[in-house]
């Protein structure tokens, strides 16, 4: 929020932010963020173990200086590319359970790399005219209705086949299949609701950012009960 204090201003999603509203200054803002990066790195360091500490770290540095300072104003992929930040999460999960990096993590990694850009764009078409006036590229923003629903779908499917993937090589019992169709066929009846009118597509997105939580949370916890049947 203290690197985009200035956009936030020009976005009506963002104006009530903090630093954007001025409820705190550049340098309370930028001393909580900073704070909170290094109390959080010397938890997991303390009390988890360093794999966890660094992962969160690299997620930090990811996020600010990777998406926020660059990626975010360069590149219309800048959601698919820095998607890699929110997608390090589970990692750091993982690692705080195990110690190490197994390849389950990673395919958790791709399920939210995946799940990232449909997500996030799904907003981006309800506030495209905020990000257009904060001059931020978003794929909604530069690109036809068709060019943004073909790539939402592509990492939506990518996303439902990677979903699938976890629980074989986790080694769930075949009832939870069942479970992760059905909520893919969530996701998709979802998808399948964005065309027609421009009213009619923002209102199908925002159903889409909201469902895409519920999708993201119903699977997380069918993922802890399953880890009770392996």
């Not at 997991?44 to 930090?60: D, K, T």
């Not at 996030?120 to 309800?126: D, E, H, M, N």
């Not at 993922?223 to 049947?229: E, R, V």
């Amino acid at each position: 929020q203290y690197i985009d204090r200035e956009l936030d201003k020009n976005m009506q999603r963002t104006a009530k932010r903090p630093l954007a509203d001025g409820r705190l200054t550049d340098a309370e803002g930028l001393a909580f963020g900073l704070g909170l990066s290094l109390v959080s790195y010397y938890v997991l360091a303390c009390f988890v173990n360093g794999l966890a500490a660094l992962l969160s770290l690299a997620g930090i540095f990811y996020y600010v200086i990777f998406y926020s300072l660059w990626l975010k104003k360069a590149t219309v992929q800048n959601i698919v590319i820095g998607g890699g930040a929110g997608a390090i999460p589970p990692m750091v999960g993982w690692a705080a359970a195990t110690n190490n990096l197994g390849l389950t993590a990673w395919i958790l990694f791709a399920i939210i790399f995946m799940w990232t850009p449909p997500h996030f764009w799904a907003l981006a078409i309800k506030y495209k005219d905020d990000y257009e006036a904060a001059g931020i590229p978003m794929l909604p923003v530069v690109a036809t209705q068709k060019n943004v629903s073909t790539q939402m779908w592509f990492h939506t499917l990518s996303m439902a086949a990677t979903s699938f993937i976890v629980l074989h090589s986790a080694g769930f019992p075949k009832v939870f299949y069942i479970v992760n169709f059905l909520l893919n066929l969530f996701f998709i009846w979802l998808m399948v609701q964005m065309r027609g009118e421009k009213i009619q597509i923002e209102k199908a997105a925002i159903k889409i950012f909201h469902g895409s939580i519920t999708y993201l949370t119903l699977y997380s916890l069918m993922l802890i009960l399953g880890a009770f049947y392996v």
